[in-house]
């Protein structure tokens, strides 16, 4: 374990949780709940308190979608949002899970929103009033405060990435525009000791490039700090000498630590002005969540450690999860199916498994079965592994949460419909030229990771013969975890780990079924999810075919999530 580096300033970071408030039942190493995390933060700020200087929680983003204690009540999040409001936190923004449906887009503005009502920041997006169709700010557009202990005075913006695929009750305006607005031209001129800039935007995208210039652009030497998100890394970027951005990875892996000195604060209202300390500091720390970890940073035990509020929340996940009959068994996975672990195509890759032995069974419908037909799904609808055993209810929609139906164009020409998985996986720039970006079919991991990484013991690795990293002969092992490199180097990580390999996979995957055996078929079905629609369509067109919205039909009534629960049921026995 590597100790927290304290400053004047530190924070506490979460993104992309997607209701991962139970952490991970199957990984020890992420296991710590909200509720432990509620104490962490507790026995931080004590902690921040005792030495004089502050302490902020930071969430930028995608709370929902991607775990059964949210996906699988009805409605949706009927546990998640008393759970999560339990966390003090000074800076929540928006992510682009809580816009794709409209029925969680009213849930944030009805509950988050006043929740964490004066910390809830909306820079760039707006709501519609169900009632008037008034178009209204989500939240604020920024808070102006001073901390506690240092008296530092903080100016805080919330943002979301130029996001297109909202529901039709929120306005998500481009950042580019959003910076000329009147208000965020006098919010920068603001004179503050620090800006900070939460947002679900990745570090190094164009978004916070065009924020980071508008800011200096009236502010030369203010510190600014990026909190970022989306692409579900660990991730640390430097702007320049006195701006730095976070992201805390995703699902209640990590939880960001950052801490900065040197700031030119104030002080206390009634004590000395802040001694301005030499020279700017920024440090960060990407922490694994989990217990063994929390006492070790709070230098507490398992009786010292819990405060009452995290123990409240903690008994209130377990009965949600009761509630939710999360734990019941769909059927034993064989084995563990890797997303990026394993190379795709190959028996351990989950996209194998689903092209070869699920899709083919799933996507039929009794009046076009015997019809030849080309299936095609996005790898970025799959969240994560399936691990060797239990297939729980709640497994279900930590592999897929989303409510994508599959739907068909019927009887295309097959000459054109063979060219469409071609067309998704290798020209992304004949997408872009419909607006397209082809990076979003596939995982929001891959967006960063751009070729493959090869970990030691990796039996699929040429020669698989990289040597762990082991300090000394009588360390204990290390087991695999994340190894980030970042703007600042490789010692962010609080624990050690030896790499884990990521392959990357392709954006989408495709099955045939009924083909004929002795030659082509003349038209097909293209059967593909409905979030995919218009990539298709544009894809379609680039053969020559004009196909519009109006061709497409639906082809069943399931999502594919319970299409492939389904399949299991029927396939994975149930002696695990
Ligand atoms: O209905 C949907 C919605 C999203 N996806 C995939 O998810 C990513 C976005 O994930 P983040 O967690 O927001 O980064 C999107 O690019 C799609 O690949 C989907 O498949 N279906």
């Known amino acids: 374990m590597r100790p927290l580096p304290w400053g004047q300033l530190n924070f506490l970071q979460t993104t992309d949780t997607h209701g991962w408030i139970a952490g991970h039942l199957q990984e020890p190493q992420y296991s710590a709940d909200w509720g432990d995390y509620i104490s962490f933060a507790s026995r931080m700020r004590e902690k921040a308190d005792f030495r004089g200087v502050d302490l902020l929680l930071i969430d930028t983003g995608d709370r929902i979608e991607g775990n059964g204690i949210y996906d699988a009540s009805t409605p949706k999040g009927k546990y998640t ?26 849930r944030e503005y009805e509950q988050t929103v006043p929740n964490y009502k004066g910390n809830y920041l909306a820079s760039n997006l707006d709501y519609i009033l169900p009632k008037t169709g008034e178009q209204v700010p989500m939240a604020q557009r920024y808070r102006i405060f001073t901390t506690k202990n ?8 919330g943002f979301i990435f130029d996001f297109t695929g909202n529901g039709n009750n929120t306005v998500v305006q481009p950042v580019g525009k959003t910076i000329k607005e009147k208000w965020f031209q006098e919010a920068i001129r603001e004179k503050v000791d620090l800006f900070i800039v939460a947002g679900h935007v990745t570090l190094p995208g164009p978004e916070y490039k065009a924020i980071f210039q508008a800011i200096r652009s009236q502010n030369w030497d203010t510190p600014i700090q990026f909190f970022g998100g989306h692409s579900h890394i660990r991730d640390y970027h430097k702007y320049d000498s006195k701006s730095y951005g976070l992201q805390a990875g995703r699902y209640m892996e990590t939880v960001g630590w950052m801490s900065i000195d040197g700031i030119k604060g104030k002080g206390k209202a009634g004590a000395s002005d802040l001694e301005p300390r030499a020279s700017l500091s920024f440090q960060r720390r990407y922490i694994d969540n989990n217990l063994f970890g929390y006492h070790y940073h709070t230098g507490l035990n398992e009786s010292t450690f819990p405060t009452k509020r995290g123990i409240n929340a903690s008994a209130a996940i377990y009965k949600a999860r009761k509630a939710l009959e999360l734990d019941h068994n769909f059927g034993c996975a064989p084995k563990d199916l890797w ?36 299936a095609i799904i996005n790898t970025g609808t799959i969240r994560f ?17 989303f ?6 164009l019927k009887d295309v020409p097959y000459d054109a419909a063979k060219r469409v998985e071609a067309l998704l996986n290798s020209a992304g720039q004949v997408l872009q030229a419909s607006g397209l970006q082809a990076s979003q079919l596939a995982p929001p991991e891959q967006m960063a990771v751009r070729s493959n990484i090869i970990g030691p013991h990796n039996p699929h690795a040429a020669g698989g013969t990289q040597t762990p990293l082991i300090l000394h002969n009588d360390d204990p092992p290390l087991i695999p975890g994340y190894t980030t490199k970042d703007d600042a180097g490789d010692e962010g990580d609080d624990t050690l780990h030896t790499p884990i390999t990521f392959y990357n996979v392709p954006n989408v995957i495709q099955s045939a079924r009924s083909f004929p055996a002795d030659a082509d078929p003349e038209k097909v079905d293209l059967v593909f999810t409905d979030f995919i629609q218009p990539w298709v369509l544009s894809a379609m067109q680039f053969t020559g075919q004009n196909y519009t919205a109006h061709d497409i039909a639906p082809y069943g009534n399931e999502t594919l999530t319970e299409l492939m629960a389904d399949w299991i049921k029927r396939h994975w026995g149930q002696q695990c």
Request: hydrophobic share 40%; charged share 25%; net charge negative.
């Open 81 to 106: 949002y008393d759970i999560f409001r339990e966390q003090e936190i000074d800076v929540i923004t928006t992510g682009n899970h809580e816009l794709y449906q409209t029925d969680a887009a009213d």
């Open 150 to 157: 240092l008296g530092i005075r903080v100016l805080a913006f």
């Open 339 to 374: 997303m990026n672990r394993a190379p795709y195509p190959s028996n351990d890759s989950l996209y194998t498994w689903l092209e070869t032995e699920v899709i083919p069974e799933i996507a039929v419908i009794p009046e076009r079965k015997d019809i030849p037909t080309l």
């Open 385 to 401: 592994d399936i691990f060797k055993g239990a297939f729980t209810r709640d497994t279900t929609y930590i592999i897929s949460p």
């Open 403 to 408: 409510i994508s139906k599959l739907v068909s």
